[in-house]
């Protein structure tokens, strides 16, 4: 299976071409990028897709992340692999970014349990915990920091992401530390082809996994009354 991998969800623009047969990632770009994903993203995928070969119409599927994220990130995301597949005829499959941040320190050890975790802003997090066999602890949610560790306290865990510091900032005195804190920006752009070659395809749509309202808001004051 041939997978072409998008993520723009958070601080990073990347992209990835894996080829499952040969278990060869054939290209792969991800740089830190905080805005202007929209203008960055068609540029790099084109140079990954040209280095990797291959032609857009020669993928299996296509994946992307789908939240929880930067609204307008994830939308670019989102965006392109719809498009991409449209035009090439090929399925598209949606990935949280939880579940690829966890997916490395799972495949390392699905023993220890993991905590996944984004900085939503305004003291909450966006986070999933993960149990032994890698297994989802109920379904990726935003929460106040202090409710996200105690969540996170259950047991033995390693966090990752880029909530990851916030949480061991918040962790109480006297109690386990966590088994190990891994901030990053953004996840492993190979891990998500990696999970978008494993997602059953039809139960992954490309739908943004937003968790909160965006923070602008219009303003009932200031529109104008319909004619």
Not at 24 to 35: G, I, N, W
Not at 58 to 77: H, K, M, W
Not at 87 to 100: E, I, Q, Y
């Amino acid at each position: 299976m041939r997978i072409l991998a998008i993520d723009t969800a958070l601080e990073a623009c990347s992209a990835a071409v894996l080829d499952t047969t040969h278990s060869a990632f054939l290209a792969s770009e991800s740089f830190p990028l905080v805005r202007g994903h929209a203008e960055a993203l068609m540029p790099l995928i084109q140079r990954v897709v040209h280095n990797s070969g291959f032609v857009f119409a020669e993928f299996d599927r296509i994946a992307v992340t789908v939240g929880p994220g930067s609204f307008t990130g994830l939308r670019v995301g989102i965006s392109a692999a719809r498009g991409i597949a449209l035009a090439s005829g090929r399925p598209v499959v949606g990935l949280t970014t939880l579940a690829a941040f966890a997916a490395p320190l799972i495949a390392a050890n699905d023993s220890i349990p993991v905590v996944a975790a984004i900085d939503a802003r305004h003291d909450h997090v966006y986070f999933q915990a993960f149990g032994q066999g890698g297994r989802p602890v109920g379904p990726p949610r935003i929460a106040p920091i202090h409710e996200a560790v105690r969540a996170a306290m259950i047991g033995p865990a390693r966090i990752i992401g880029s909530g990851a510091s916030l949480i061991g900032a918040a962790w109480p005195k006297g109690e386990a530390p966590p088994v190990s804190l891994e901030a990053r920006p953004a996840p492993d752009i190979n891990w998500v082809a990696r999970l978008g070659a494993a997602a059953a395809e039809g139960q992954a749509p490309p739908k943004p996994l937003y968790l909160r309202a965006p923070d602008a808001q219009p303003q009932d004051a200031a529109r104008l009354p319909r004619r």
